[in-house]
C-alpha cells in the first residue's frame, strides 16, 4: 500500500498545489490513500468547513489538523459531523470532532490515522503519548495499517513519539513547523519516521507568510497581520510504502512545484 501525506496546506497557494499537482501524483506513485494536513487551509490559519470539502474534492481522503483548528467558529459544528477531518486525539473529551478514525483505500483496505498535539512550546494539553497508548486499545486488533501526525513544534518530542511507537504503528509523520527535514527513516521496528513533512504552498516565505512581514515583526517586535505570501509553490510530503503486515518499507520526500 502507498500513503501519500502532504505536508501542511497553507491558504490558496497550498489548495491550488492540491488541486494542480495531487492527480499527477496519485498515478505517479501508485497513491492508495491520501492524507494531508490542513489547519492552515483557510487564509494560512484555520481551516472552514467550506475549504475542507475544496480539498476531499481534490482528491483527499482524510485532513489532519492542530493547534490552529479552532480559528473559525464554524468548523466546531462540521467536526461533529464528519469523520474526515481530525483535531488532535488529546483535547479533552468534551472538545468537538474526533482525534483518530479509521479509512478504506479505494480497494477497500482499512487504514488507521490518529492525530496528536504535541506540548513542548505549546498548549497544556493532554500527554500525547498516554494519549496515543490509550487510542491504540481502541482501534480494531486486527488493523495493521496505522499513520500518526504527531503536530509538535519541538523536533525532540517528536523524535520520542516515533521511537515510543516504533513497531506498534506504520509511520508517525512530524507537522506544524513547515520546513521538510531531512531525516526520513524507517526505525528498527518497522516505523516511518520524519521530523515534518513540509509545507503545501510558497516557499519563497518564512513558513508560508509574506517575508517582509515577518522580518518587520523581527526587526520591530510589533505586531504585524499575517498575509499568505505567494510565489514558489509547492506541495510537499512523504510517499510510505506499507507492506500487508503494517509495516513500512519505505519513505520518500516529496517536492514538487506548479508551473507558474
Given at each position: ?37 490542513g489547519e492552515n487551509a483557510s487564509g494560512g490559519i484555520g481551516i472552514t468547513p467550506a475549504v475542507a470539502d475544496q480539498l476531499f474534492s481534490h ?202
Open positions: 500500500m502507498n500513503i501519500l501525506f502532504i505536508g501542511d496546506i497553507v491558504g490558496n497557494p497550498g489548495r491550488r498545489a492540491v488541486e494542480e499537482l495531487l492527480p499527477r501524483l496519485v498515478d505517479q506513485y501508485f497513491i492508495d490513500l491520501v492524507v494531508a494536513n482528491g483527499i481522503d482524510l485532513l489532519t489538523s492542530g493547534n490552529h483548528i479552532w480559528k473559525h467558529k464554524e468548523i466546531r459544528p462540521y467536526l461533529e459531523e464528519t469523520d474526515r477531518l481530525l483535531r488532535p486525539a488529546n483535547y479533552p473529551p468534551e472538545t468537538p470532532g474526533q482525534g483518530y478514525a479509521v479509512v478504506e483505500t479505494a480497494a477497500g483496505e482499512p487504514v488507521g490515522v490518529i492525530n496528536l498535539e504535541g506540548r513542548v512550546f505549546m498548549n497544556a494539553i493532554e500527554c500525547p503519548f498516554r494519549t496515543v497508548d490509550r487510542v491504540l486499545g481502541l482501534l480494531p486488533k486486527e488493523l495493521k495499517v496505522i499513520l500518526v501526525d504527531m503536530h509538535a513544534e519541538a523536533t525532540s518530542e517528536k523524535q520520542a513519539m516515533g521511537w515510543f511507537l516504533d513497531g506498534r504503528v506504520s509511520a508517525v509523520v512530524g507537522t506544524h513547523t513547515h520546513v521538510q527535514t531531512a531525516d526520513g527513516r524507517v526505525l528498527p521496528g518497522g516505523t516511518g519516521y520524519i521530523s515534518d513533512a513540509g509545507m503545501t504552498g510558497p516557499v519563497d516565505s518564512v513558513i508560508g507568510m509574506k517575508r517582509e512581514i515577518i522580518l518587520e515583526r523581527f526587526w520591530s517586535l510589533l505586531p504585524q497581520p499575517f498575509k499568505v505570501a505567494s510565489s514558489n509553490i509547492q506541495l510537499q510530503g512523504v510517499v510510505l510504502q506499507i507492506d500487508p503486515q503494517g509495516r513500512c518499507r519505505e519513505i520518500h520526500n516529496l517536492q514538487q512545484a506548479i508551473k507558474s
